[in-house]
């Protein structure tokens, strides 16, 4: 008669491996790593940690083309007499962004 007895064998992973590309170029893309199993668990051992990691990229705003108005007339001067200032405006009337050349339509 033979015992046969289960030991324990706990998952091994490998290290992960670099970040992938960014799923957008501005405005908040996430990316991704990974790794693999090197040893499945059994017996009852540890079993295996996540095989990924997602993290969040390229979070600054996405540019902006504008078309602007006229400017319109001047503001009131900040002085009197002796060398004041005076301020014209302008406002965006319609934005678009502005993507790189490989993501245009």
């Known amino acids: 008669q033979s ?6 064998v706990s998952c091994a992973v490998s290290s992960f491996g670099g970040w992938g590309a960014c799923s957008k170029n501005c405005g908040g893309g996430t990316q991704r790593r990974t790794r693999s199993i090197t040893r499945n ?6 079993a295996c940690p996540a095989l990924f990691e997602n993290r969040n990229c390229n979070t600054q705003c996405c540019p902006v083309a504008c078309t ?4 319109g007339g001047w503001g009131t001067c900040s002085k ?6 005076q301020k014209k405006s302008t406002d965006c009337v ?11 339509g």
Do not use: I, Q
């Open 94 to 104: 319609a934005a678009r962004l502005r993507l790189p050349k490989a993501h245009r």
């Open 41 to 46: 668990a059994s017996c009852g051992g540890t």
């Open 68 to 71: 602007v108005s006229a400017f």
């Open 80 to 85: 009197s007499c002796g060398g004041g200032k």
């Open 3 to 8: 015992t046969w007895e289960c030991c324990k």
